[in-house]
Nanobody, 123 residues
Framework: QVQLVESGGGLVQAGDSLRLSCAAS????????MAWFRQAPGKEREFVAA????????YYTDSMKGRFTISRDNAKNTVYLQMNSLRPEDTAVYYC????????????????WGQGTQVTVSS
């Protein structure tokens, strides 16, 4: 089993930055691909970013490129999401996810999920 706990969300103004953290437990954490997704009320869960087990490869959708950065510290069993230039449309619950296999943009592929952390961006 892998347990994931997100933290770092909050209420910020447009243009501000936040750094989300996802603390993971599990003996195979370093072999897992990790990802961040987000979901706003009434909307589908949306892929944000992913990183491979070694932290050497990352992937973002076009809407996130240049603003969001995913990273991981395997020694701390933690993955991060640095979010800059936040916009009101970034408001959502942000979820951390772990995949036993390769990274993916598809939520159904991921094996473990955290409970989410709320990010609210005011204009």
């Amino acid at each position: 089993q892998v347990q994931l706990v997100e933290s770092g969300g909050g209420l910020v103004q447009a243009g501000d930055s936040l750094r989300l953290s996802c603390a993971a437990s599990g003996r195979s954490f370093i072999t897992y691909a990790m990802a961040w997704f987000r979901q706003a009320p009434g909307k589908e869960r949306e892929f944000v970013a992913a990183i491979n087990w070694g932290g050497s490869a990352t992937y973002y959708t076009d809407s996130m490129k240049g603003r969001f950065t995913i990273s991981r510290d395997n020694a701390k069993n933690t993955v991060y999401l640095q979010m800059n230039s936040l916009r009101p449309e970034d408001t959502a619950v942000y979820y951390c996810a772990a995949n036993r296999g390769p990274r993916s943009t598809t939520p159904a592929v991921y094996d473990y999920w955290g409970q989410g952390t709320q990010v609210t961006v005011s204009s």
